[in-house]
């Protein structure tokens, strides 16, 4: 199952696909006893698919049966002992993905030309993804963060390592205070340049915040070579390069804590600032239209808030009762995903920080 959305990814998933590209999300839960409910759900869910592909007329008999084995592929491949709250299926003739959200969706299956990703677009955003590269003299670990979690990855070039001589404990003489040293020798100087410049691709890719650990003397050799030193977090840990993603994340995790409550403070600022200037927008009617203007330049919502919704004379949204036949379930992640497809920036606040907006906020352009 698939967590990771990259810029480069989405853009593959959003491409248009021959007819039909089918879409299921359904919730899922992460423990019992809700968790019981789950395996029927997503059978019911992908039952319904199956359904309407039979019964719809544009659809040809090759294309069925294709999509249909794409369809039980990726049942197959569904694990809800790992399950967060939110799955997607997505299949099309020839291809399927399976992807696990941490923010509920609403359970809907949907056939078009295209996946349906405003609710992935979302959760993804929500998680506050970011990178931590740990460093020491002979290696350099990537760590992919989101959530409450780190895990090592595997990916442009990383873990960088070098054979160091037979009696060179790096972590030791960064222990007993023989770092300095250490980081002044010229392979080493060099090893972390090559790091600085596979992790400048990795931005590149994907950018999202960084925490740089490691001695003091390393991350002062990559304050001097000048590339992701200047865009990311110092943590002075040591070991981390050579550690477990429980040892990171304990280390990240107050760090990354008081950045989200000053990042918070920010943007309280912003929308405060916004308000003397009459750029300042609330609740999901005067957002869902300032979004489809593109006229909104900093989005705030708070980390779990939903309202399903409905259009009352195609001008206004007023609030509806989940399972309506006409209601928008996923109202905040349609806004979410298009501001972000206009080029603001989008920031997830904790609950109960937007109360006076109801829970969703922005500064607007114009």
């Known amino acids: 199952?698939?967590?990771?959305?990259?810029?480069?990814?989405?853009?593959?998933?959003?491409?248009?696909?021959?007819?039909?590209?089918?879409?299921?999300?359904?919730?899922?839960?992460?423990?019992?006893?809700?968790?019981?409910?789950?395996?029927?759900?997503?059978?019911?869910?992908?039952?319904?698919?199956?359904?309407?592909?039979?019964?719809?007329?544009?659809?040809?008999?090759?294309?069925?049966?294709?999509?249909?084995?794409?369809?039980?592929?990726?049942?197959?491949?569904?694990?809800?002992?790992?399950?967060?709250?939110?799955?997607?299926i997505f299949a099309a003739p020839g291809e399927h993905q399976v992807w696990t959200l941490k923010r509920s969706v609403p359970e809907r299956v949907v056939l078009s030309d295209t996946f349906l990703t405003r609710n992935l677009v979302s959760a993804h955003a929500a998680e506050h993804p970011f990178w931590v590269l740990s460093v020491a003299a002979d290696r350099v670990t990537l760590w992919n963060g989101s959530g409450d979690r780190v895990t090592e990855e595997r990916r442009g070039g990383f873990p960088l390592t070098r054979n160091l001589t037979?009696?060179?404990?790096?972590?030791?003489?960064?222990?007993?205070?023989?770092?300095?040293?250490?980081?002044?020798?010229?392979?080493?100087?060099?090893?972390?340049?090559?790091?600085?410049?596979?992790?400048?691709?990795?931005?590149?890719?994907?950018?999202?915040?960084?925490?740089?650990?490691?001695?003091?003397a390393a991350l002062s050799v990559l304050d001097e070579i000048g590339g992701v030193a200047r865009c990311s977090v110092h943590v002075p840990r040591i070991g981390?390069?050579?550690?477990?993603?429980?040892?990171?994340?304990?280390?990240?995790?107050?760090?990354?804590?008081?950045?989200v409550r000053q990042e918070t403070e920010t943007v309280l600022h912003q929308l405060e600032a916004a308000r003397g200037r009459k750029e300042y927008a609330a609740g999901v009617d005067e957002l869902w239209r300032s979004a489809q203007e593109g006229r909104v330049r900093l989005l705030a919502v708070e980390d779990n808030y939903r309202i399903s919704v409905r259009e009352a004379l195609g001008e206004h949204l007023i609030p509806a009762e989940s399972g309506q036949l006409d209601a928008r379930e996923d109202i905040v992640d349609e806004i979410v995903e298009k501001c972000l497809e206009t080029g603001a920036e989008v920031r997830f606040v904790p609950d109960g920080t937007l109360r006076e907006a109801q829970g969703i906020a922005g500064v607007l352009r114009y």
Do not use: C
């Open 166 to 216: 037979e009696n060179f404990d790096a972590e030791r003489q960064e222990r007993i205070g023989d770092a300095p040293s250490t980081f002044r020798d010229e392979r080493t100087r060099q090893f972390l340049k090559e790091a600085d410049t596979a992790m400048g691709a990795i931005l590149r890719d994907q950018p999202r915040p960084v925490y740089l650990t490691g001695a003091p």
């Open 1 to 88: 199952m698939e967590h990771d959305l990259s810029p480069a990814t989405l853009a593959e998933l959003r491409r248009p696909r021959s007819y039909p590209a089918v879409s299921v999300l359904t919730p899922t839960h992460r423990r019992g006893p809700d968790n019981a409910q789950d395996p029927v759900r997503l059978r019911n869910a992908v039952a319904e698919a199956k359904k309407k592909l039979q019964s719809d007329p544009a659809v040809t008999r090759e294309r069925r049966a294709d999509v249909v084995r794409q369809l039980d592929q990726a049942l197959a491949e569904v694990d809800l002992t790992h399950a967060e709250d939110g799955l997607a």
């Open 240 to 259: 981390l390069a050579h550690g477990s993603p429980e040892t990171v994340w304990r280390a990240i995790q107050p760090v990354r804590e008081a950045l």
